[in-house]
C-alpha cells in the first residue's frame, strides 16, 4: 500500500504541487519521494511508500536503465510477477515485483500489460516517446486510483480524491490512456459440472488467493469478525503461515460495543479453533461519534452505511497500528458479492438475475466496501488484502453456473458455505451463521450501533436547518444523519 500522485501541465508554484502530494502521506509512511520530469515542462510525480516488497530499488519513481522514457508510480503487488519474469525472460534491474510493469508495457502496450497481472496494483507509466500518460487499475479497484481533467488541460492523478483544485496556464499537452484491467467473465458453457470437483476447486482456488497475498516482509494479521468470510480467510492464512515456517502466531482483530457483542462471542470462538492471537477491542457510542468527522474526511465519501461500517473499522485500525506490529490486514470483503450473501439475494427472481446483481455489485464496489477497507486501512499505515477479490478466484466462482450459485434453502451464499462444509477448516456454526451487517455485529443487545448514532445525530440537526437542506444541496438529504455527513464532508470537499 503506498500513495502515488502526479500533475501534468499546471504551472503552480513546486511549493505547491508539494504540499498537495503531501495530502496522501499517511498511505506510505516508510519513505517519500517527488520530482519533477525531464523534459515535461510544468509536471511533478511523488510516491509514499509503505515498504512490503523489495528494497531500496523498489522506490519510486521508477525509470531503468533499459527504458529511460518510461516512467512508473505503482501502488500494488504483483503476485505473479516471476513467473512472467521468466516467462518473457526480462533481466531485471530492481527486486521489486512492480518492475515487471515497465517491461510489459514496452513490449506489449498498456492494455495486454494489464491484462497480464495478477495482483491488486493502480500504476501510471509516463511514455515521453508516446508523449502520453496512461493510467491502469485492477479489476475491482482494490488499489484506488482517481483522475481529473480541467478544460485548461490539466492531468492530476492520484490515490485519493483530493487532488487538489488548479487553474493554471497549461503549457505541456498530453494524452492520457485509461484502462481498468476487467476480470476474464466467459460465456456459461452448457458442459456436465460435478459438484465435488467443483467444491474442491474452489477450495483449491481460495487457498492460492490467501498464499499469495501473504507475500511481502511484514507481519500479517487478520480481522476477524466471526461471519464465514472473516473466518475463512483468518484459518487460511493461519494455516498457510505455519506452512511457510512463520514461528510467531496470527493475530486477530475484532471489535464490538462490548464483549457480549455477536460479533466479539463468535469471533472468539474462532480464534480458539485456528489457535490465533486474539484481540478484542471495544468501543463506546462516544468514541464512535468522536471519530465520526476523521472518518468522513478519510473515506472521501458522504455515503450513510460507508461512514457507518467504517467508523468502527477506522477505530480497529487505528488500534492495529498503535499497538502491533502488523502492517498487511487480511480481510473477508469480496464474498457477498462474488458469492452472493446479501439478504436480498434470496428474493432473485430467477438465477441470472442474482448473477447480473452480482456483476453489478462488483462493478462498483470500489465505492462502497473496498472504498471502506482501503481508507480504513491506508488511514493508519495499514496495507488491506482481500483474497475473496482474487483474479482467479473470482473468474472461476462467476463462471460457474447461476443455479449452482444462487442461494438455496434461504441460505445465502450456499455453495461458498458447502465447499468447504467436512474440512474442519472453521467451526461448523461458524460455516453455517447467518449474514450480519458489520454495523449490527459490533453492536450491543437490544440497539445497534448505527441506531444509537442516528438517535444521537438527530438531535445535533434542527427541524428548520433540515427544512433548509434542500436549498443547499442539490441531492437533498433524506435524514438529519445524512445531512450531518454531508456537512461535515463540504466543509472540506
Same mark, same amino acid.
Given at each position: 500500500?503506498?500513495?502515488?500522485?502526479?500533475?501534468?501541465?499546471?504551472?503552480?508554484?513546486?511549493?505547491?504541487?508539494? @504540499?498537495?502530494?503531501?495530502?496522501?502521506?499517511?498511505?506510505?509512511?516508510?519513505?517519500?519521494?517527488?520530482?519533477?520530469?525531464?523534459?515535461?515542462?510544468?509536471?511533478?510525480?511523488?510516491?509514499?511508500?509503505?515498504?512490503?516488497?523489495?528494497?531500496?530499488?523498489?522506490?519510486?519513481?521508477?525509470?531503468?536503465?533499459?527504458?529511460?522514457? &518510461?516512467?512508473?508510480?505503482?501502488?500494488?503487488?504483483?503476485?505473479?510477477?516471476?513467473?512472467?519474469?521468466?516467462?518473457?525472460?526480462?533481466?531485471?534491474?530492481?527486486?521489486?515485483?512492480?518492475?515487471?510493469?515497465?517491461?510489459?508495457?514496452?513490449?506489449?502496450?498498456?492494455? @495486454?500489460? +494489464? !491484462?497480464?497481472?495478477?495482483?491488486?496494483?493502480?500504476?501510471?507509466?509516463?511514455?515521453?516517446?508516446?508523449?502520453?500518460?496512461?493510467?491502469?487499475?485492477?479489476?475491482?479497484?482494490?488499489?484506488?486510483?482517481?483522475? #481529473?481533467?480541467?478544460?485548461?488541460?490539466?492531468?492530476?492523478?492520484? /490515490?485519493?480524491?483530493?487532488?487538489?483544485?488548479?487553474?493554471?496556464?497549461?503549457? =505541456?499537452?498530453?494524452?492520457?490512456?485509461?484502462?481498468? +484491467?476487467?476480470?476474464?467473465?466467459?460465456?456459461?458453457?452448457?458442459?456436465?459440472?460435478?459438484?465435488?470437483?467443483?467444491?474442491?476447486?474452489?477450495?483449491?482456488?481460495?487457498?492460492?488467493?490467501?498464499?499469495?497475498?501473504?507475500?511481502?516482509?511484514?507481519?500479517?494479521?487478520? &480481522?476477524?469478525?466471526?461471519?464465514?468470510? +472473516?473466518?475463512?480467510?483468518?484459518?487460511?492464512?493461519?494455516?498457510?503461515?505455519?506452512?511457510?515456517?512463520?514461528?510467531?502466531?496470527?493475530?486477530?482483530?475484532?471489535?464490538?460495543?462490548?464483549?457480549?457483542?455477536?460479533?466479539?462471542?463468535?469471533?472468539?470462538?474462532?480464534?480458539?479453533?485456528?489457535?490465533?492471537?486474539?484481540?478484542?477491542?471495544?468501543?463506546?457510542?462516544?468514541?464512535?461519534?468522536?471519530?465520526?468527522?476523521? #472518518?468522513?474526511?478519510?473515506?472521501?465519501?458522504?455515503?450513510?452505511?460507508?461512514?457507518? +461500517?467504517?467508523?468502527?473499522?477506522?477505530?480497529?485500525?487505528?488500534?492495529? /497500528?498503535?499497538?502491533?506490529?502488523?502492517?498487511?490486514?487480511?480481510?473477508?470483503?469480496?464474498?457477498?458479492?462474488?458469492?452472493?450473501?446479501?439478504?436480498?439475494?434470496?428474493?432473485?427472481?430467477?438465477?441470472?438475475?442474482?448473477? @447480473?446483481?452480482?456483476?453489478? !455489485?462488483?462493478? !462498483?464496489?470500489?465505492?462502497?466496501? #473496498?472504498?471502506?477497507?482501503?481508507?480504513?486501512?491506508?488511514?493508519?499505515?495499514?496495507?488491506?488484502?482481500?483474497?475473496?477479490?482474487?483474479?482467479?478466484?473470482? %473468474?472461476?466462482?462467476?463462471?460457474?453456473?447461476?443455479?449452482?450459485?444462487?442461494?438455496?434453502?434461504?441460505?445465502?451464499?450456499?455453495?461458498?458455505?458447502?465447499?468447504?462444509?467436512? /474440512?474442519?477448516?472453521?467451526?461448523?456454526?461458524?460455516?453455517?451463521? @447467518?449474514?450480519?451487517? =458489520?454495523?449490527?455485529?459490533?453492536?450491543?443487545?437490544?440497539?445497534?450501533?448505527?441506531?444509537?448514532?442516528?438517535?444521537?445525530?438527530?438531535?445535533?440537526?434542527?427541524?428548520?436547518?433540515?427544512?433548509?437542506? %434542500? !436549498?443547499?444541496?442539490?441531492?437533498?438529504?433524506?435524514?438529519?444523519?445524512?445531512? =450531518?455527513?454531508?456537512?461535515? =464532508?463540504?466543509?472540506?470537499?
Amino acid at each position: 500500500m503506498c500513495g502515488i500522485w502526479a500533475l501534468f501541465g499546471c504551472d503552480c508554484s513546486d511549493l505547491v504541487k508539494c @504540499k498537495e502530494a503531501l495530502k496522501v502521506a499517511h498511505r506510505g509512511p516508510d519513505s517519500f519521494q517527488i520530482n519533477n520530469l525531464e523534459g515535461l515542462k510544468n509536471s511533478m510525480v511523488a510516491f509514499h511508500r509503505l515498504h512490503v516488497v523489495g528494497g531500496i530499488g523498489g522506490m519510486q519513481p521508477m525509470i531503468l536503465k533499459k527504458y529511460p522514457h &518510461l516512467t512508473l508510480l505503482c501502488n500494488g503487488e504483483i503476485y505473479n510477477y516471476k513467473t512472467l519474469q521468466n516467462e518473457f525472460d526480462y533481466l531485471f534491474q530492481t527486486d521489486c515485483d512492480c518492475e515487471v510493469i515497465l517491461h510489459l508495457y514496452n513490449e506489449f502496450g498498456g492494455e @495486454k500489460a +494489464s !491484462q497480464l497481472l495478477d495482483g491488486v496494483f493502480a500504476f501510471i507509466v509516463i511514455d515521453t516517446k508516446q508523449n502520453c500518460v496512461m493510467l491502469s487499475r485492477d479489476s475491482y479497484g482494490v488499489r484506488p486510483l482517481y483522475y #481529473v481533467t480541467t478544460k485548461s488541460g490539466v492531468l492530476g492523478a492520484c /490515490s485519493e480524491r483530493d487532488i487538489g483544485d488548479h487553474h493554471s496556464h497549461v503549457t =505541456f499537452s498530453t494524452s492520457a490512456r485509461i484502462y481498468t +484491467s476487467r476480470t476474464r467473465i466467459s460465456l456459461w458453457l452448457n458442459i456436465p459440472y460435478v459438484e465435488e470437483t467443483v467444491k474442491r476447486n474452489i477450495r483449491y482456488l481460495f487457498s492460492r488467493a490467501v498464499d499469495k497475498r501473504l507475500m511481502g516482509s511484514r507481519r500479517v494479521g487478520c &480481522l476477524l469478525s466471526g461471519g464465514l468470510d +472473516s473466518s475463512v480467510v483468518a484459518a487460511l492464512t493461519a494455516q498457510k503461515l505455519k506452512e511457510h515456517g512463520v514461528a510467531e502466531p496470527l493475530q486477530t482483530f475484532t471489535i464490538g460495543m462490548n464483549s457480549d457483542s455477536t460479533d466479539a462471542i463468535a469471533a472468539r470462538k474462532v480464534a480458539r479453533h485456528i489457535g490465533s492471537e486474539h484481540h478484542e477491542i471495544a468501543f463506546t457510542l462516544e468514541e464512535g461519534i468522536k471519530a465520526v468527522e476523521s #472518518v468522513i474526511l478519510s473515506l472521501e465519501t458522504y455515503d450513510v452505511l460507508v461512514i457507518q +461500517s467504517s467508523v468502527p473499522m477506522y477505530i480497529l485500525c487505528q488500534y492495529i /497500528s498503535r499497538n502491533t506490529d502488523n502492517i498487511l490486514i487480511m480481510t473477508g470483503e469480496g464474498a457477498d458479492e462474488v458469492a452472493q450473501g446479501y439478504f436480498h439475494f434470496l428474493e432473485q427472481p430467477t438465477p441470472e438475475d442474482g448473477h @447480473k446483481e452480482s456483476m453489478r !455489485q462488483l462493478q !462498483q464496489i470500489y465505492m462502497y466496501d #473496498v472504498l471502506r477497507i482501503d481508507r480504513c486501512t491506508a488511514a493508519h499505515g495499514l496495507e488491506i488484502r482481500a483474497p475473496f477479490l482474487d483474479h482467479a478466484f473470482t %473468474s472461476y466462482y462467476l463462471n460457474l453456473p447461476a443455479d449452482m450459485r444462487a442461494p438455496k434453502n434461504g441460505i445465502e451464499k450456499y455453495f461458498l458455505r458447502a465447499a468447504f462444509a467436512g /474440512s474442519n477448516l472453521i467451526p461448523n456454526t461458524t460455516l453455517w451463521r @447467518k449474514k450480519e451487517g =458489520f454495523s449490527i455485529g459490533v453492536s450491543e443487545e437490544g440497539t445497534s450501533w448505527f441506531e444509537q448514532l442516528q438517535q444521537h445525530l438527530e438531535g445535533l440537526i434542527t427541524n428548520d436547518e433540515f427544512a433548509r437542506a %434542500s !436549498q443547499s444541496y442539490t441531492h437533498n438529504p433524506r435524514t438529519k444523519e445524512e445531512l =450531518f455527513y454531508r456537512q461535515i =464532508f463540504e466543509k472540506k470537499f
